[in-house]
Nanobody
Framework: QVHLVESGGGLVQAGGSLRLSCAASGSIFTIRVTGWYRQAPGKQRELVAAITSDGRINYADSVKGRFTISRDNAKNTVYLVYLQMNSLKPEDTAVYYC?????????WGQGTQVTVSS
């Protein structure tokens, strides 16, 4: 099993930056892809960015050039995935979730709120 804990959300003014962290523990060697998703009130959850175990990355068009996903897999017991968010806009306001997926499973974190004021 893989357990995920997100952190780093908060309130920021438009144009500001935040860095979200996702700490994965447990059977981290089974993780094939980790992604950041977000869900704004009244909207469907959407993919923001994802990174595979071999380093392939993709971004939603709405965040390209502003957000950067990265990982730190140097430790054997914790796998860290970050989402650096720059030039934040009010429309980036949402609950951000981390998801890890492997063979026949996916696991979600509890979510962290990001609020961007205009």
């Amino acid at each position: 099993q893989v357990h995920l804990v997100e952190s780093g959300g908060g309130l920021v003014q438009a144009g500001g930056s935040l860095r979200l962290s996702c700490a994965a523990s447990g059977s981290i060697f089974t993780i094939r892809v980790t992604g950041w998703y977000r869900q704004a009130p009244g909207k469907q959850r959407e993919l923001v960015a994802a990174i595979t175990s071999d380093g392939r990355i993709n971004y939603a068009d709405s965040v390209k050039g502003r957000f950067t996903i990265s990982r730190d897999n140097a430790k054997n017991t914790v796998y860290l995935v970050y989402l650096q968010m720059n030039s934040l806009k009010p429309e980036d306001t949402a609950v951000y979730y981390c998801k890890a997926g492997g063979y026949r499973y996916e696991t979600w974190g509890q979510g962290t709120q990001v609020t961007v004021s205009s």
